[in-house]
């Protein structure tokens, strides 16, 4: 499908937050949050756990011994699932207690006082929710979009000023994010037999990266078959970089058509390939389809980094990706974001129009 063939819809934001919706019983829910997909409805406590290994950043690094297998775990579990939990990534298990903090801070702000930085409908910084399309149902969620790098486009005026430790924390947070993210790259680099610097010159360029942190939280529900909390996608970045919450499990990844819950592992990250590097990759590397459900008793919260190539630079397949046996299989782009913006209210997705 070409971007262009994107049947033109009138995008729309759910009218109020799902945290206040979160105490109306099944029967009064509005229509628009009841999803009638099959997988809904699936006993979740039958579905299994992904299986794949946990990456450890340390045996990652040229120092150790264990870096040619390791190198090779992280390989096969981005090629087949597309995402892995990572230990040993240096970020203090109190630094993640205090960005899960300032989070359930802001969202335990009053209504109004969240309003101060609500979403427009047209770009995705703020709090509110995703747009849909009219015809769409909305999800269970809400969400604080922030742009944290580069640091000096940030938009303060969606940032909460009243909670004294928001700023720092999300700054010494999102430091960290990025020194892990390097270490990543270049490691997924060396997977792949490519120079370590291929991958983090494709996402950085000459303009640095770009991050965003979406600070995600999905109240209980009653009825939580009836909603869901994110709509089965895949992210538009790079690579997002997720702190699930440490005691609410929702979070669930698509391999060969089935469903598999990831599962809560005290300290880790959890790392997933996005579309932009499942391109850069030439299909090598996937991009995470993943879900959330929602609980029936208890909220659940997460931060994700969504790190991404400046919306201007051309991304495609690195050419030491390509040859007679791997063909060129995605077109060169700019500003992926926006075609990614344009699908995401649509079921399709927009890295199908990036084939060739
Ligand atoms: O909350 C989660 O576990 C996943 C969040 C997510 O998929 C996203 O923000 O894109
Ligand atoms: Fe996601």
């Known amino acids: 499908m070409a971007a262009s063939s994107v049947s033109p819809m009138k995008p729309e934001l759910p009218p109020k937050p799902t945290q206040e919706l979160s105490k109306i019983t099944g029967d009064q829910l509005p229509d628009r949050y009841i999803h009638q997909f099959p997988e809904t409805a699936a006993d979740h406590s039958a579905i299994k756990y992904m299986d794949n290994p946990i990456i450890d950043l340390n045996l990652l690094s040229a120092v150790s011994t264990h870096q040619p297998e390791e190198l090779q775990k992280l390989r096969s579990s981005l090629s087949s699932w597309g995402c ?16 899960r903090q300032v989070e359930k801070e802001f969202f335990g702000l009053p209504l109004e006082v969240k309003q101060k930085h609500s979403r427009t409908l047209h770009w995705v910084e703020g709090y509110g929710n995703d747009t849909v399309s009219e015809d769409q149902k909305y999800c269970w969620n809400d969400r604080l979009v922030l ?8 938009n303060f005026k969606f940032w909460p000023e009243d909670l004294p430790k928001f700023r720092e924390t999300l700054d010494e947070y999102t430091k960290e994010v990025r020194r892990v993210l390097e270490m990543i790259l270049k490691a997924i680099s060396k997977s792949l037999n490519l120079d370590e610097n291929s991958f983090v010159r494709e996402c950085e360029g000459d303009e640095g990266i770009y991050m965003l942190a979406r600070f995600n939280l999905y109240p209980p529900c009653s009825t939580p078959d009836h909603v869901v909390g994110l709509k089965p996608h895949s992210d538009a970045s790079a690579v997002t970089i997720l702190l699930q919450d440490n005691e609410v499990e929702g979070l669930q990844v698509q391999k060969d058509n089935q469903w598999f819950k990831v599962p809560i592992v005290p300290d880790t ?10 391109i850069m990759s030439n299909g090598i590397l996937k991009s995470a389809v993943h879900k959330v459900v929602i ?41 992926y974001i926006s075609l990614y913006l344009q699908y995401s209210p649509t079921a399709e997705r927009a890295i199908t129009a990036m084939k060739l």
């Open 84 to 99: 892995f939990q990572l230990r040993n990534h240096g970020l203090t298990s109190s630094l993640l207690h205090q960005i």
């Open 147 to 154: 742009k944290v790098y580069p640091v000096d486009q940030r």
């Open 269 to 278: 990250l959890f790392i997933n390939v996005g579309d932009q590097l499942e």
């Open 295 to 335: 609980d029936k008793e208890r909220e659940r919260t997460s931060v994700a980094i969504a790190c991404f190539p400046y919306i201007e630079k051309e991304i495609g397949p690195i050419s030491e990706l390509i040859d007679k046996e791997r063909p060129q299989l995605y077109k060169k782009v700019k500003n």
